[in-house]
C-alpha cells in the first residue's frame, strides 16, 4: 500500500488528475480482491480509495467557493472531515490527508455558521452495511460501525425510526444542518454575511496551496458605532450586550483582524 501511495503522491495534486478514472480502477482492484478472498488487499485498497476521493472532494470545494457557492461547499467541506476521520480509524499511519484535514478545519472556523438544528430520533430497526442482518442489543452481528470489512465500510442502515425531537444547537453532530430564515414563500434565504470566506478567496489561487491565518486581537473606538445603545448587542459579537460587554472596556470595542497567509 505504501508504494501505491508513493506512486499517486507526485500526482494527485496535479491540476489534470483524473480522480473519477483512479476511482474506478480502484473499484476493480477491490472487487477482484474481495472475490479472492484477499481481505487484507481488499482493506487496504479502500484505504488507497479514501485518499483520492478526500483529494476529488476538495478539489470540488475549491471551485464551489470559486463560484461562491458557500452552503454547498461548507457541506463537501463536512464530507471532506468525515471521510478523513474514518481514513484516521482504520489507518491511523496513513498520513497523506492531514493537511486537507487542516485545511479544512481552518476553512470552517471562517464560516458564519454559529446555529444548527439537531433531530432526536428513536431507531426501531436498523440492518448492518455488511452482513445486512437486522442490529438488536439481543442481536449483535459483531461488525463494529465506523470499521472496514473485506474493503466495504461498516454502517447502519435505518429502515424504521421515528421522530422525537428537534433542537437548536451551536455545537452539532451533523454540521450540514444550517439553520437559515425563511421568507414569505417558504423558500430559504442565505443573509449570512460571507466576508472572512470571501477575504481568503481574493488569495487562494490553487486548490492544493497552502494557507493559514492568524488572528490580531485590537480594539475600535465606541466612535464607530454612532447608534449603538446599551441594549444592542455588542459588536464584538461576544454575544453579550454591549451594556454587559465591551461597554466596561476603556480601551473600547474589542476587534479582530485577519492575517491570511497564503504560499506563493
Not at 113 to 128: D, G, M, T
Not at 138 to 147: A, P
Amino acid at each position: 500500500m505504501r508504494t501505491r501511495l508513493n506512486n499517486l503522491a507526485p500526482h494527485i495534486q496535479d491540476p489534470g488528475f483524473k480522480y473519477d478514472i483512479e476511482l474506478g480502477n480502484i473499484n476493480k482492484e477491490i472487487t477482484v480482491a474481495q472475490q479472492s478472498g484477499d481481505e487484507q488487499q481488499a482493506n487496504r485498497l479502500w484505504a488507497i480509495k479514501s485518499v483520492v476521493k478526500i483529494h476529488k472532494i476538495f478539489v470540488e470545494i475549491f471551485n464551489l467557493l470559486k463560484d461562491a457557492d458557500y452552503y454547498n461547499a461548507w457541506c463537501k467541506a463536512e464530507e471532506v472531515e468525515i471521510c478523513c476521520n474514518n481514513l484516521r480509524r482504520n489507518f491511523p499511519y496513513i498520513t497523506a490527508t492531514d493537511s486537507i484535514y487542516n485545511t479544512i478545519t481552518n476553512l470552517q472556523a471562517l464560516y458564519p455558521y454559529k446555529l444548527f438544528s439537531s433531530y432526536e430520533i428513536i431507531i426501531k430497526k436498523e440492518r448492518c452495511s455488511i452482513c445486512n442482518q437486522v442490529r438488536s442489543l439481543r442481536n449483535d452481528c459483531g461488525h463494529r460501525r465506523g470499521y472496514v470489512y473485506n474493503g466495504k465500510f461498516c454502517c447502519n442502515i435505518v429502515e424504521e425510526c421515528a421522530l422525537k425531537g428537534i433542537a437548536v444547537v451551536d455545537n452539532p453532530v451533523h454540521k450540514y444542518a444550517v439553520l437559515f430564515p425563511t421568507i414569505d414563500d417558504n423558500r430559504q434565504q442565505d443573509n449570512y454575511d460571507y466576508f472572512l470566506v470571501e477575504s481568503l478567496m481574493k488569495y487562494w489561487q490553487r486548490p492544493f496551496q497552502k494557507w493559514s491565518y492568524n488572528i490580531v486581537h485590537t480594539h475600535k473606538p465606541i466612535t464607530d458605532f454612532p447608534e449603538l445603545t446599551k441594549n444592542d448587542y455588542c459588536p464584538c459579537a461576544s454575544g453579550k450586550k454591549y451594556s454587559e460587554c465591551c461597554k466596561l472596556n476603556p480601551k473600547g470595542i474589542k476587534h479582530k483582524i485577519y492575517q491570511f497567509l497564503v504560499e506563493k
